[in-house]
T-cell receptor, first 111, second 115 residues
Framework: SQQGEEDPQALSIQEGENATMNCSYK?????LQWYRQNSGRGLVHLIL?????REKHSGRLRVTLDTSKKSSSLLITASRAADTASYFC???????????FGQGTRLTINP | GAVVSQHPSWVICKSGTSVKIECRSL??????MFWYRQFPKQSLMLMAT?????????EQGVEKDKFLINHASLTLSTLTVTSAHPEDSSFYIC???????????FGPGTRLTVL
């Protein structure tokens, strides 16, 4: 079963604005990852944050992790039309490599 | 970077037939691969873990006799949907861990439509 929940389920903003997506999970984790999926395509890995990290940056992406609240956020700054996609958080636990995905946020960037 | 391919990218079949989907790691070896299913506008649900040289491990609620998994080599896993029905229509995606066990590489997916 999916343990992650993301909000909002859908987000529509203007190009150039920042987009923030949140993810919550229920059990302890090793790490949390964010993926992007363009419509009808496979997943692209964006960023991984470990359970002992609080914040991580990669280009226009900023991820935070609050293990006390079991939540994470993904911030995309200066959004572009090409950022239009679905974004999923995924967690792994213990030594397992398998991922449990959140429900995803469908992001639309309007030109 | 590591690449995972899937074949076919899409397939349409008649109800009652079987369909085989291949997942290949192109430039690395994978003793483990994962199969996910994704219904429209929903998230990915893990179906099973494919293990090279041994039986697959299925998630709760996934029928192992319906979704046959064979991990024939270190670069190939196949998922066979047997006696497919319209409710099996979905997007099937595989993944394989990279050298860093935290990294997963995903295939482009296979869209199955059962008429």
């Amino acid at each position: 079963s999916q343990q992650g929940e993301e909000d909002p389920q859908a987000l529509s903003i203007q190009e150039g604005e920042n987009a923030t997506m949140n993810c919550s999970y229920k059990t302890s984790i090793n790490n949390l990852q964010w993926y992007r999926q363009n419509s009808g395509r496979g997943l692209v890995h964006l960023i991984l944050i470990r359970s002992n990290e609080r914040e991580k940056h990669s280009g226009r992406l900023r991820v935070t992790l609050d293990t006390s609240k079991k939540s994470s956020s993904l911030l995309i700054t200066a959004s572009r039309a090409a950022d239009t996609a679905s974004y999923f958080c995924a967690t792994s636990k213990g030594g397992a490599q398998k991922l449990v995905f959140g429900q995803g946020t469908r992001l639309t960037i309007n030109p | 970077g590591a690449v995972v391919s899937q074949h076919p990218s899409w397939v349409i079949c008649k109800s009652g037939t079987s369909v085989k989907i291949e997942c290949r790691s192109l430039d690395f070896q994978a003793t483990t691969m994962f199969w996910y299913r994704q219904f429209p506008k929903q998230s990915l649900m893990l179906m099973a873990t494919s293990n090279e040289g041994s039986k697959a491990t299925y998630e709760q609620g996934v029928e192992k006799d319906k979704f046959l998994i064979n991990h024939a080599s270190l670069t190939l896993s196949t998922l066979t949907v047997t006696s497919a029905h319209p409710e099996d229509s979905s997007f099937y995606i595989c993944s394989a861990p990279g050298g860093n066990t935290d990294t997963q590489y995903f295939g482009p997916g296979t869209r199955l439509t059962v008429l």
